[in-house]
């Protein structure tokens, strides 16, 4: 009998059962996968999630494999060009992006050694239930050996396509398709650091240095050009950063060597889900997903993770009703996370509303808030500080943006 059973062991999954093994929890976790193994991701971690990694005493072991830092961001959304880095969050003054198959391991291996119970190769087919309350998880070991355990809670961190959340019937209680997709993967050759750039005809292209000296390389268009995108991508990536930005579209044909196969993604659609119930919830991409193009994914998995572990904390101690608890840490993330949620649907469609136009046009044109852009990127300043209609118009006077431009509010 354990105290939680996690199921899902990647950037929500390991960091939660991390936490409550920590607070003396038994804590039982099981992945389909073994580790390291490698996932579609971003790859990119904010100072405020590399700042949950610093407190859990995980970020040297990060730094420790090779993965470079990063202090200089480059944006851009056609002609608008925003340069820079934010202030120091917690004495970080870079940010990374390791491979999953490095940081992921970090995690699981943390969990391990603050006496979680890790299986790997464990596929769940099912959960237990007694009473109208979830109860524990059956599922098969890579060998086929049927398995059961119980736990008076079961978090599902297992992805968009979380069996916890569709065994439970958990429904999308707010949600929008997603836009685009993507086609990313890694080059050596090339030292570009980190640049995320939107071009004319609604496509984008984005890198950054990770580990083993390559470079990630990405491409995104719109869903429908999908099919016709993957006919042949090596040709679509050079035609994509050609567009934009010649001079690096020159330098991937001349001195890039794609190093790995490409990774395909088609966005999942945005989504909150309910993600507590009797005896169960989700945390991560099972109960809350948005469109990668901002790069929140990691940072929002480790944050809600630890938010998570402490309201399951204050159920389990009996300080508090489980129920309520949980209900709680639901309200709590959709609070916190709703201003990243609605600056990602606004701006993944890879194109700029004429609000979002005005806001970081303006934004670019004044120094002290470009700075401001970088701590709202960072996670260091708060949207509605920045988004804050005052603090805009104060802004549209100081660069002189034309009246009919002067947008307050993204209505």
């Known amino acids: 009998m354990y105290d939680v059973i996690v199921v899902g062991a990647r950037v929500a999954g390991s960091p939660l059962a991390m936490l409550l093994a920590r607070k003396g929890y038994r804590v039982l976790a099981v992945d389909r996968a073994t580790f390291p193994s490698d996932t579609v991701s971003t790859h990119y971690i904010h100072q405020a999630g590399l700042s949950r990694l610093k407190d859990w005493g995980l970020l040297d072991k990060v730094i420790a494999t090779g993965c470079p830092p990063i202090r200089h961001l480059n944006f851009s959304y056609t002609d608008i060009a925003?340069?820079?880095?934010?202030?120091p969050i917690d004495g970080i003054d870079a940010v990374y992006c390791p491979r999953r198959t490095v940081l992921d391991k970090i995690l699981i291996d943390a969990a391990a050694a603050a006496g979680v119970e890790v299986i790997e190769r464990f596929k769940v087919t099912d959960?237990?239930?007694?009473?109208?309350?979830?109860?524990?998880?059956?599922?098969?070991?890579?060998?086929?050996t049927a398995l059961e355990f119980r736990a008076p809670i079961v978090i599902g961190a297992?992805?968009?396509?979380?069996?916890?959340?569709?065994?439970?019937?958990?429904?999308?209680?707010?949600?929008a398709p997603g836009g685009c997709f993507v086609y990313y993967s890694y080059y050596s050759g090339i030292d570009w650091g980190m640049h995320h750039r939107t071009g004319f005809g609604r496509q984008q292209f984005a890198s950054w240095p990770t580990n083993d000296g390559l470079s990630l390389v990405a491409v995104m268009r719109p869903r429908d050009q999908f099919r016709d995108f993957r006919a042949d991508p090596d040709a679509g990536v050079n035609e994509i950063v050609d567009a934009i930005d010649p001079k690096y579209g020159e330098d991937l044909r001349n001195n890039g060597t794609r190093e790995e196969q490409f990774r395909p993604m088609l966005y999942p659609d945005n989504y909150y889900r309910q993600?507590?119930?009797?005896?169960?919830?989700?945390?991560?991409?099972?109960?809350?997903?948005?469109?990668?193009?901002?790069?929140?994914?990691?940072?929002d998995a480790f944050k809600y993770a630890e938010l998570l572990s402490e309201r399951i904390d204050d159920g389990l101690s009996g300080r508090r009703p489980m129920d309520e608890t949980l209900a709680d840490y639901?309200?709590?993330?959709?609070?916190?996370?709703?201003?990243?949620?609605?600056?990602?649907?606004?701006?993944?469609?890879?194109?700029?509303?004429?609000?979002?136009?005005?806001?970081?046009?303006?934004?670019?044109?004044?120094?002290?808030?470009?700075?401001?852009?970088?701590?709202?990127?960072?996670?260091?300043?708060?949207?509605e500080e920045f988004f804050a209609p005052q603090n805009l118009a104060d802004l549209y006077a100081e660069v002189d943006l034309p009246e009919s431009d002067r947008h307050l509010t993204p209505a």
């Open 82 to 87: 925003l340069d820079g880095f934010a202030d």
């Open 127 to 144: 959960l237990v239930e007694h009473d109208g309350r979830v109860v524990g998880i059956r599922g098969t070991e890579g060998d086929g």
């Open 158 to 175: 297992d992805g968009a396509n979380s069996i916890v959340a569709s065994k439970v019937g958990a429904d999308t209680y707010r949600g």
């Open 275 to 299: 993600s507590f119930g009797p005896g169960w919830a989700l945390v991560g991409d099972a109960g809350y997903h948005k469109d990668p193009f901002t790069g929140w994914g990691i940072t």
């Open 330 to 383: 639901q309200r709590t993330r959709d609070e916190q996370s709703a201003g990243t949620y609605e600056l990602t649907l606004s701006i993944s469609e890879l194109t700029l509303t004429p609000y979002y136009d005005s806001v970081f046009r303006a934004a670019a044109k004044s120094p002290a808030y470009t700075k401001k852009f970088f701590g709202l990127i960072a996670g260091g300043i708060p949207g």
